[in-house]
């Protein structure tokens, strides 16, 4: 039976900036300071809260803030932050580079003229850079849910960032079912050319075709002798409209379109015959994935494969 550590993982944004200033010398200063004394927080300093500094939090004082405040924005990060504990980790980013820490103690209000609330880590562990992430916890925090103050991280991502601080748990172990909850939307589109190349020998990639306004594909590879071309498009927790392509004719041009999706498909036929769309098992892409060196070199430090 795996271990199930009673800890939770935070993601914070430690930029108690306005959006115009997030990228000024002040806003490189602050999270330096952060850095080098070990602590995070969350913004919208009032000086009337001053008379609370050092406080640990409790609902009593929130509640006094919420009222003075008066935004939902700042209610939601502060109860979040209300919801952390000693023991649990935080992951942040700091001037670029991603670290993470053991939360050292509930948080309180803050002194510091940035600050409502705060709280320390032991020690930062220094992650890297977003390429050196391991690909589903960039995924993860690649969401829009990860954009904001605060947010819970839960599943494998949580995991591995325990992982990354010592704290112990049995290695997760992945198979055909749940391996794409082991990799981001980005890689997962790497994958797929993997799996679109051992299909279609003859065809290459045409980097061109990655562009954020073609509609319903992630990608084109073409034939440069017969000129046809196959497409794909693939979602690690978003369902795919199978009718979307059926129904489409301007999808009638590609020889085959290949579609994945972790979360499932809706408006799917029984049956696919005399048609281009392919729909790719899980157990087809998981083989793939663990011929894949680059991929299962970097998924198995941090799982099991079945």
Request: proline share 4%; charged share 25%.
């Amino acid at each position: 039976m795996n271990k199930t550590p009673k800890v939770r993982v935070w993601w914070v944004q430690c930029k108690p900036f306005n959006e115009s200033e997030r990228k000024s010398e002040q806003a490189t200063e602050f999270q330096n300071e952060c850095l080098q004394g070990n602590f995070f927080g969350m913004g919208w300093k009032w000086t009337e809260f001053n008379e609370y500094s050092g406080s640990e939090f409790n609902q009593e004082i929130a509640s006094v803030f919420k009222n003075k405040v008066q935004n939902k924005t700042f209610t939601a990060a502060q109860n979040k932050y209300g919801s952390m504990n000693s023991g649990d980790v935080v992951f942040t980013r700091l001037n670029g580079i991603y670290y993470a820490g053991i939360i050292s103690f509930k948080p309180k209000v803050s002194e510091h003229e940035r600050l409502t609330w705060y709280s320390k880590v032991n020690n930062w562990i220094k992650i890297g850079s977003s390429e050196e992430l391991p690909p589903h916890v960039r995924g993860k925090i690649s969401s829009k849910v990860y954009q904001g103050t605060v947010a819970l991280i839960d599943g494998l991502s949580a995991l591995t960032l325990m992982s990354m601080v010592d704290i112990d748990y049995d290695k997760p172990i992945i198979n055909s079912e749940n391996f794409h909850l082991s990799i981001g939307d980005e890689d997962l589109e790497d994958l797929m050319a993997h799996f679109m190349s051992n299909k279609n020998k003859e065809y290459i990639f045409l980097p061109s075709s990655c562009k954020k306004n073609t509609p319903g594909i992630e990608y084109i590879m073409y034939d440069p002798t017969s000129e046809k071309t196959i497409a794909c498009q693939t979602k690690v927790n978003r369902r795919i409209d199978v009718g979307y392509y059926l129904s489409n004719e301007a999808y009638n041009a590609y020889k085959t379109i290949y579609l994945f999706s972790g979360a499932g498909y809706i408006n799917k036929p029984s049956e696919l015959k005399n048609v281009n769309v392919y729909i790719v098992s899980p157990e087809e892409l998981f083989e793939v994935l663990k011929s894949n060196m680059r991929f299962y070199n970097i998924i198995k430090k941090f799982f099991d494969f079945n």
